[in-house]
């Protein structure tokens, strides 16, 4: 997390981490908003689409840097749950598979949200979250107009959130390394 007054020394991995963590944002965003377009022009596509998402949430969750360890890992375990979820909704009948695993990587991409939404000091990205919750609850009951609103609401504040912190040095990303629970 962004501490101003402390200013780590990077190596390699850690630019190298932080640069996935944005690109993660970045494709986060885009994946939601072909959600979005999906939800509109052809809802059959949806389990397609859900493989950006993951790989956007699996590189952000992948290069997490956050604190507290029982945070880092249930975001990191929310994605890696998604992801296999993904795997399986292509080998099972029916949506339920890709519903569940598009819940499961709101959840880590809730808490990425709200986690930035400190670093910024913007209210605004509180609001993602709740976005997101509502863009599943939309799809999962077949609301594809008012899904896709959400979720272009929602990916307009992902890329806004990843344009915010591409735009930061790459050290705010670590914060001070003595205070990661290890």
């Given at each position: ?23 993660g ?18 809802p ?5 689409i ?7 949430s ?11 360890k ?31 695993s ?19 000091s913007?209210?605004?990205?509180k ?23 959400a979720l ?10 990843a ?10 990303d670590?914060?001070d ?5 290890i």
């Open positions: 997390m962004a501490d101003p007054n402390t200013k780590e020394i990077l190596d390699n991995i850690d630019k190298a981490t932080i640069l996935t963590y944005r690109l944002m970045v494709i986060t965003g885009l994946a939601l908003f072909c959600i979005a377009l999906q939800q509109i022009f052809y059959l596509w949806f389990k397609q859900l493989i950006l998402l993951a790989f956007g699996l590189l952000q969750a992948s290069s997490l840097h956050i604190y507290d029982r945070i880092r890992w249930f975001l990191v375990n929310a994605t890696w749950i998604g992801c296999w979820l993904v795997a399986v909704s292509f080998v099972t009948t029916g949506l339920w598979v890709a519903y569940l598009f819940g499961a990587l709101i959840v880590t991409l809730s808490g990425l949200a709200y986690k930035e939404s400190f670093c910024f913007l209210t605004l990205l609001s993602t979250p709740p976005l997101l919750v509502a863009s599943w609850l939309l799809v999962v009951l077949s609301f594809n107009d008012w899904a896709a609103c272009v609401l929602a990916s307009l504040l992902y890329l806004y959130m344009w915010r912190k591409i735009n930061m040095p790459l050290h705010f670590l914060g390394r003595s205070k990661y629970q």
